[in-house]
């Protein structure tokens, strides 16, 4: 571990965008000599990122571990794994922490033991937390925290225009009550509210990565202004759409024929002519997010990028108040205790 720069923590390894960061990170020597910490909802069954891993260059120090980002109880007990082995000196502090797990149900409605919404946990209620625990395991001078957004948050998005989504009146803006209650117990948008089930579950998705980048900038915030973890920032990235196991709970043609067949071919031709289009290669997405974990600079911070170029957020994303409401009810219904976290702006 001694010669190693740091670790880089990514969650949803096993997954289309996840292996290709991974393949990105064993085939350049910058991240090489970074240890990888790569979280899977179950360490056993990873098999197309042991397939990637099975051509690191050796040697090349990494660990596979489990993590079911819908079980806040697995999310602490994975946390505080790593802050004991990181303090401990077994694993170098955290260089870039890549929140890159995602979680759509398309219709498939389900709840977590606690009663959550599981889209919801699994996207960002988990993610919040790990982040929240794992600040004082940060490299305090380089770490970055890179969170993958998605165009689903946005209300306006031509897709969803052309789809309907978000068509009525009701679904144009997430947050009417000062709370998250309806949408943390899976209430908002419920199957019954849709024409198409799968536009509800598309809904459960945008609103849940809705938070993810009001975290973004919130987070950002509190950093600055805290002594200890000034130097460490976070950026959101959308990274398009790829031809990834996303839509895994979609139709037979969805599922088999449109997203692993069709969506990568179109994805070659339109990333050439429109680097950061809507459709784009998973190398090209992978590319992006590690610049974004690694840059030199600090124009990023707490900010949205699309691919490799700013954008900014929705309107709704920047409100300050909703901002805060939605960080209220993240420490409220993760239990966050001040012993939980590094952060001095917990609360």
């Known amino acids: 571990m001694g010669n190693l720069k740091g670790s880089i923590l990514l969650t949803g390894a096993n997954g289309g965008l996840g292996c290709g960061i991974v393949r990105r990170i064993i085939t350049t020597p910058e991240f090489l000599s970074h240890h990888g910490i790569y979280l899977v909802r179950d360490a056993s069954r990873a098999n197309a990122l042991k397939y ?4 690191a260059p050796a040697p090349y120090s990494y660990q596979i571990l489990s993590l079911d980002l819908s079980r806040l109880p697995n999310v602490r007990e994975v946390a505080r794994d790593l802050k004991t082995r990181i303090a401990a000196g077994e694993i170098p502090p955290i260089r870039a922490l890549a929140l890159g797990a995602g979680y759509v149900d398309l219709g498939d409605h389900s709840w977590t033991d606690e009663g959550f919404d599981t889209a919801f946990v699994a996207n960002y209620l988990g993610h919040w937390l ?9 490299d305090r001078e380089y770490g970055r925290i890179i969170v993958v957004g998605s165009s689903s948050y ?11 989504h978000y068509r009525e009146e009701k679904w144009k803006v997430f947050f009417r009550e000062d ?8 209430t908002w948008s419920t199957n019954e509210d849709a024409v198409h089930i799968r536009h509800a579950g598309t809904r459960r998705y945008g609103v849940a990565k809705m938070c993810a980048m009001m975290m973004v900038g919130e987070l950002q915030r509190r950093l600055d202004a805290d002594p200890a973890l000034k130097r460490i920032s976070i950026a959101g990235i959308d990274p398009g759409v790829m031809g990834t196991e996303l839509t895994r709970r979609s139709n037979w043609f969805t599922r088999v024929v449109l997203w692993p067949i069709i969506v990568p071919m179109l994805a070659l031709l339109l990333t050439w002519f429109y680097p950061n289009g809507h459709v784009r290669t998973i190398r090209k997405s ?5 610049k974004a974990a690694f840059e030199a600079g600090d124009e990023t911070r707490g900010k949205l990028l699309n691919g490799s170029e700013a954008m900014g957020v929705v309107p709704e994303a920047a409100d300050a108040q909703k901002r805060l409401m939605v960080w209220r009810d993240s420490v409220k219904y993760t239990q966050l205790e001040g012993q939980d976290t590094a952060l001095m702006q917990w609360k």
Not at 52 to 55: G, M
Not at 130 to 138: A, F, G, K, P, Q
Not at 154 to 164: A, K, N, R, S, T
């Open 286 to 290: 992978a590319g992006d997010a590690l």
């Open 130 to 138: 790990l982040t929240m625990m794992l600040l004082e395991s940060m």
């Open 52 to 55: 990637v891993l099975a051509n």
């Open 179 to 186: 709370n998250l209650d309806a949408i943390v117990h899976g």
């Open 154 to 164: 946005d209300v306006e998005h031509p897709h969803h225009l052309l789809d309907g």
